[in-house]
């Protein structure tokens, strides 16, 4: 079974603050994908990576995967309160359907 | 509405009792999943659904869970004799078709059983 660890589980902070969330795996992974999720929502997908070392920038979130495809992390400049909600990690281990989630962390950012 | 929509978005249900939950993919999508939510745990794939391929069940936490999808679209997840472990929210996603695309998921049903 392949796991996905996620540091943080929980983070609050204030508005303007940034952050970093890690998606820790012993694992491989031929892509891995981030979703962010709103009480009574479904997870959203935010971005995926596929190669190694590979840095994706989505306005004030940049999404980086490990040289070695086992880690990801997420880093947000300046957080808003808009930006509050849970955020997963999610691998897909070679040409698997099969998505591996993390447990998440729930960002909550104070005005 | 274009997304995924699944019914009814909370349900309540008596230990022992039947429920079925439905999902309605995007349309065109091939692949259809069903994945569990639970308090504090990541998300559970329980079953995948590809075209008329034969579904990938290896998910299902026991036959009290079985799924069927109709038509190659409408699917249904069905849990009987419920128990107070299977409260969580179930979460319907669907892709274009598998590789091709990343799921996209409906909104969930909240079940709970008491």
């Known amino acids: 079974t392949q796991l996905l660890e996620q540091s943080p589980q929980f983070l609050s902070i204030q508005e303007g603050e940034n952050l970093t969330v890690y998606c820790n795996s012993s694992?491989?992974?031929?892509?891995l994908q981030w979703y962010r999720q709103e009480p009574g929502e479904g997870p959203v997908l935010l971005v995926t990576?596929?190669?190694?070392?590979e840095v994706k920038k989505l306005k004030r979130l940049t999404f980086q995967f490990g040289d070695a495809r086992k880690d990801s992390s997420l880093h947000i400049t300046a957080a808003q309160p808009g930006d509050t909600g849970l955020y997963l990690c999610?691998?897909?281990?070679?040409?698997?359907?099969?998505?591996?989630f993390g447990k998440g962390t729930l960002l909550t950012v104070n005005p | 509405g274009a997304g995924v929509s699944q019914s009814p978005s909370n349900k309540v249900t008596e230990k022992g009792k039947d429920v079925e939950l439905r999902c309605d993919p995007i349309?065109?999508?091939?692949?259809l999943y069903w994945y569990r939510q639970s308090l504090g745990q990541g998300l559970e794939f329980l079953i995948y659904?590809?075209?008329?391929?034969?579904?990938?069940k290896s998910g299902l936490p026991s036959d009290r869970f079985s799924a069927e999808r109709t038509g190659g679209s409408v699917s249904t997840l069905t849990i009987q004799r419920t128990q107070q472990e299977d409260s969580a929210v179930y979460l319907c996603?669907?892709?274009?078709?598998?590789?091709?695309?990343?799921?996209?998921f409906g909104p969930g049903t909240r079940l709970t059983v008491t």
């Open positions: 996603a669907s892709s274009y078709r598998q590789g091709a695309s990343y799921p996209y």
């Open positions: 999610a691998g897909l281990p070679g040409s698997n359907y099969k998505l591996t």
């Open positions: 694992s491989v992974f031929s892509s």
């Open positions: 349309s065109g999508h091939t692949a």
């Open positions: 659904f590809q075209g008329n391929s034969a579904p990938d």
């Open positions: 990576v596929v190669t190694g070392g």
